[in-house]
């Protein structure tokens, strides 16, 4: 397929200098960009998950990774907030984030949907479309691809506006309708005509878009010609596209994976993810794209569910706050690297495949005129292996690729991580007031406290007998539903006379309550990742006389996919007390009085402009573990200039915003102490999501990133919701720190050949090591040259170790902010451990 566009050479400045006609153009090897073929990297950012000052710094992170693309998807609901109304302000900014990228030289791959998933609220739909009469979602349904067209040729429309689809100049090679609908997904839930029309009139929707650039749909395997359809998952090596005239393309490579609010943290061994990259290409692939690379954060209430934590780290390349994650972003940009020396010769031939072993194999790519490149991989999960190649003989670790660009020399293997890793930390700084205590003449933290009504506050929206449905009825205007009834007990009821109490049951299908009886808290329940529904059963204190009932009914995120996931409806279904004279009285279709949202909410108190407007009690002593209360604090910023983080751990669950910018849901509830947590991943073997999980019995998030930029120089007004209770007094600052480096190489390691050389210089391995820019190398926690062993935080000498090791270290590295410790006889005794490869650990401290 061939696409006629312009493309506009950059000055330093990035104005365009001049313009010529290129073409853009695939065949089933890869995309053709101006008659080169290409191989690219790319990295998922999602600009609403991050905030705009810091798009440029994660854009230029990517790029010192070995990135080529961007990908993004375009969140239809933060953007259409009602029909017709547009918001691209803050964090939807999409033409700046598209501009970001387009000045630092790079691609970008937009997936309009706008049907998305992503764990995000509604999988992008806005709300309102669902209560459009007559819509159903992701079907042949007039109403709902009404809606979607529209909203696509604006974005479309945006798009050529600004200039920013490839033919125009721009970075966008590539679009996506539609997102893992195929027949191994969603498409069976709609009935085989009414899916196929659907996917079939959406292929041909976006075409007609005139964007100049290729459609691609992923995770569908009959996508219509021209549309591409691609592969989303752990693994995508043996996916092939539906034509021999497609190329390969990998939308999402999972390098992680999502946390659930109770559950624990998952993480990929980034072995595991190299070895997948390196597959995928050396089974022909030319388009990779990480999924998460940058996670970032889901602020105010944008996350899917439900359960999806405020945080979507993924335990990606770049962390939440937006730092390398190391080894992994390391290890990865090595990848990069050798991938990029074997580009050429990767791209002009079909391989030649031949068999190295039982599950040992090679692919060659040589066109004859003296390019060659090597891929050789051990799938063996258990075993590492000596293979022969062209009369050489190559280690391969289990579950591992090895990468010749010359097809001699080894310079990457996915299982040798010779990156350095970090240590860090988040330390913890006092809230510092921005006002002076008129009673004191010192600086003091003054809290302003408001109480929220258990039950109707203002006006009751409406009364009906039975339950609605939470979502219906709030619309997710909010999280918030109060339900509220009230019931009399009589003077003679037994358990007033022998102090033991009723017991109250409730149902509901989700996602959480706290039961109030006379204004004071009685319990709380909520439900899981994998069940939404939920039962409350708790003893209540009632009295003789009238008894008021009410429940607070909350939503933790929406259903973000699933067959005709929008008709998933929350909220109570049954109400129950056992334990009254007359038995069971069943509440479940009294009159029931209905308030939507919290009064806070209502005024946006937590808005600086709307601060005043409920009556707050200043206090230099804050009211501990009370629920439904505001507290309102004005602080000064953090030190320096490192990412932040809010430390919620001695909180219950609540909202949290600075300066009327939504932090997002806090909830430090602890996983379970009865899963299975791994000290130590094993890299090798088919991965999933369940299978390297950490932090069993802690917090699933104690932190919640709160970006530098909402800060001001003083004055900055912190407001939290408490729904259960916790101390305020214990809320912190934390700075994001990296405190210490590590690094673990091995003499056997793979040099990377210098501009793709041949082999002829023979350096020797080094330990690489980085500081943050205006720190240094201060003290030598640890180095030994033999056989250490343990990983970064607690290492521990062998039974062979050079006792001028930490002495070597010290010399090279002490005072700098990087430094290169090299394997060889100068620096140490080789000969020290025989018959034994040497490995040297370090671990020192950045100041």
Known sequence: MKILFLFCFFTLSFKFNSCSARNLTYDGRSLIIDGQRKLLISAAIHYPRSVPAMWPGLVQTAKEGGVDVIESYVFWNGHELSPGKY??????????????????GMYMILRIGPFIAAEWKFGGIPVWLHYVPGTVFRTDNEPFKYYMQKFMTFIVNLMKQEKLFAWQGGPIILAQVENEYGRGYYEKFYGEGPAKRYVTWAAKMAVSQNTGVPWIMCNQDDAPDPVIDTCNSFYCDQFKPNSPNKPKIWTENWPGWFKIFGGTHPHRPVEDVAFSVARFVQKGGSVQNYYMYHGGTNFGRTSGGPFITTSYDYDAPIDEYGLPRLPKWGHLKELHRAIKLSEQALLKKEPTTLSLGPSQEVDVYEDGSGLCVAFLANMDNKTDKNVVFRNVSYHLPSWSVSILPDCKNVVFNTAKVGSQATVVEMVPEELQPSVVSPSKGLKALKWDIFLENAGIWGVADFTRNGFLDHINTTKDTTDYLWYTTSILVGENEEFLKKASRPVLFIESKGHALHAFVNQELQGSAYGNGSSASFKFENPISLKAGKNEIAVLSMTVGLMHAGGLYEWVGAGLTSVKIEGLNNGTMDLSMSSWTYKIGLQGEHWGIYNPDGSNSVHWVSTLEPPKYQPLTWYKVVVDPPSGEEPVGLDMIHMGKGLAWLNGEEIGRYWPINSSKDEKCVEEC???????????????????????????????????????????????????????????????????????LPNGGSGND???????????????????????????????GSYSKGDCHDPNSTSVVETVCLGKNECAVELTEENFDEGLCPGMTNKLAIEVVCS
């Open 87 to 104: 918001n691209f302000e803050g964090r939807y900014d999409l033409v700046k984030f598209v501009k970001t990228i387009q000045h630092a």
């Open 682 to 752: 094993d890299y090798r073997g088919k991965f999933f999501q369940e299978k390297c999980v950490t932090g069993c019995g802690e917090p699933t998030q104690r932190w919640y990133h709160v970006p530098r930029s909402w800060f001001k120089p003083s004055g900055n007004l912190l407001v939290i919701f408490e729904e259960i209770g916790g101390d305020p007094t214990k809320i912190t600052f934390s700075k994001r720190k990296t405190s210490g480096l590590c690094s673990l190489i091995a003499g056997d390691y793979p040099i990377a």
């Open 762 to 792: 023979k350096t020797k391995p080094a330990a690489h090591l980085r500081c943050p820019k205006n720190t240094l190398i201060s003290i030598v926690k640890f180095a030994s040259f033999g056989n250490p062993t343990g990983r970064c």
